[in-house]
């Protein structure tokens, strides 16, 4: 499966932006999907996945400030990220898991403080 993401971009503190996942080339249906995030100097950590059944899991750091969704149809994953802070900047990374895990190529994400 291939995965193509969009949405990321340069904004100030407390601002939103939208990031989008679109999955090709399966088959088969997609488990699950979401998002990791990787900082400078940091390890890739989770943000949000979300499951083909709807089920949701953020980060504990991003709870009440960003919302993950699909479309099972268009094969899409949606990130709303709102009030975003300094610490949320880095490289978010689509996700999704067939019959093993796969990668996008990563969407940068920069907040201004």
């Known amino acids: 499966v291939q995965l193509q993401a969009s949405g990321g971009g340069l904004v100030q503190a407390g601002g939103s932006l939208r990031l989008s996942c679109v999955a090709s080339?399966?088959?088969?249906?997609?488990?699950?999907m979401g998002w990791y995030r990787q900082a400078p100097g940091k390890q890739r950590e989770l943000v949000a996945v979300?499951?083909?059944?709807?089920?949701?899991k953020y980060a504990d750091f991003v709870k009440g400030r960003f919302t993950i969704s699909r479309d099972n149809a268009k094969k899409t994953v949606i990130l709303q990220m709102n009030s975003l802070k300094s610490e949320d900047t880095g490289i978010y990374h689509c996700y999704a898991y067939v019959f093993g895990p796969a990668w996008g190529q990563g969407t940068q994400v920069t907040v201004s403080s």
């Open positions: 979300v499951t083909d059944g709807g089920t949701t």
């Open positions: 080339g399966s088959r088969f249906s997609i488990n699950d």
